[in-house]
């Protein structure tokens, strides 16, 4: 299956080495035309709200896909993710929860709160590199369902 690139990828995440490690894989995979990274809660909802600094829809398009940390400064990832559930316009950007623990009740929140994926970021490379490459082909099968 051919992976489909996609426009926009957000990455909030606010660890230079997982930021790092993040754009190595998805570029590696060719899975997106550009990265789009913000470090910290209150920026990601300003980035997907058009505020502040992001107010230039051309500076700050509408991602295909966000990857989300769930702990982060300033507001968590669980709050921004209520907070993009809750807009009628970014509730059907698919939202990937990223974090360093595989916490049933992190899990269980993030699925409540409509998450449509939550990956546990592995420290080796290669690893992480393989649920990169899952999730380009994940995203590939998705829109093919829907287009």
Known sequence: MKIK?????????????HI???QDALLEVDLVKTIRV????EEALDYLFRRKKYENPQESPRPDLILLDVKLPKKNGF????EIKQSEELKRIPVILLTT?????DIERGALLGTNDYIVKPVEFEV???KVKGLGKYWAWISDLTS
């Open 5 to 17: 690139q996609l426009d926009v990828i957000l990455l909030v995440e606010d660890n230079p080495d």
């Open 20 to 22: 790092e490690l993040t």
């Open 38 to 41: 913000v470090s910290d809660g």
């Open 79 to 82: 709050e921004i993710l209520e």
């Open 101 to 105: 623990t595989g916490n049933k009740e």
């Open 128 to 130: 992480f590199m393989q």
